[in-house]
């Protein structure tokens, strides 16, 4: 697959042989890498030289300033130069990590991204951006900055946990979502009655990734149609910052599409029965994070829905749907309103 971009074109391509795919990169160019420290002592990696190394502990700290200076840091002290490439293998953390030290080091420099988690292959590995934290306020720093070029290996999908599997499909339900028609019917088809971890990964991906290109390749720095990719985010942030974290991001966004959907349901814009289908469809894949939600303050989540990029002027925005295929973005009328909605949503989890 390849992407369009006005910083640069880019492609995405399957491996079936990931330590093979490292080391020709590593044989044509001098490579630096940074890697989820899941990884440690992985094969795939053994081809890079261990003073080119870093493995980092992928959590939301690592996408703090304090920690980025010191990836900056080992970089220049280890000789990266502007000829030299950044590999960066991991999740969104290590994604986001990567894309930013790329974009700023030297005013830019080369990188090669091996999306290893299923929430980053079928969904942010395209789309050039890199979200840092700072304090309190979750993903408000970042850029655009799209890689060189992407790999993916379904094998290493094989290896995740059974909640990191679920984090993933967040997403990908989300996607389906927003292109409806018949590629939500497929996934519908896929995933229904269906063990998260028996969904077949590979097709997913795929699937997930060509429905997001076009919104990424006419939108590129997500000022109109790329907006509508945040379904369920405004609410699902707000879910992961005041669980400290404790909700995995894609579960969170699973949640927030439930509560997107419930609140298009209040305000007339969905029948009843479709919301009841889609928390049949969604359980298995938020259960039991739900009683987290239920028990977070109400007041607590429109505060954090205040503090999202979206919102502007005090007013909360938030994406909201008219049925698979039919997303708007909506601006709810005061803080008033949300808290009723998201009160009613409430009541409806376990």
Known sequence: MQINSSVRDYSVRETEDLPSAVAGLVGNCRVFALVDGFFTGSEAFKSIDAGRCLFVEANEKAKSFERLGEVYGWLLENGFRRDCVLLVAGGGVLQDVGCFVASTLMRGVRWVFIPTTLLAQCDSCIGSKSSINFGRFKNQIGTFYPPDEIILSDSILLTLPTDEVRSGMGEVIKLHLIAGGDRWQWFEAQAAGRDPKDTPLREVVRSSLEIKKPFVEEDEFDRGKRNLLNYGHTFGHAYESLSDFAIPHGIAVSLGVLTATHLSFQKGWVGEAHYMDLQRLLRPFYEPFDKIVRNLS????????????????????????????AMEKVELESPNEARHLLGEFMNTLS
């Not at 109400?298 to 295929?325: N, Q, Y």
């Open 298 to 325: 109400v007041d607590g989540i429109v505060d954090a829905m205040k503090l999202d990029k979206k919102a502007s002027g005090g007013r909360l925005a938030c994406i909201l749907t008219r049925g698979p295929g």
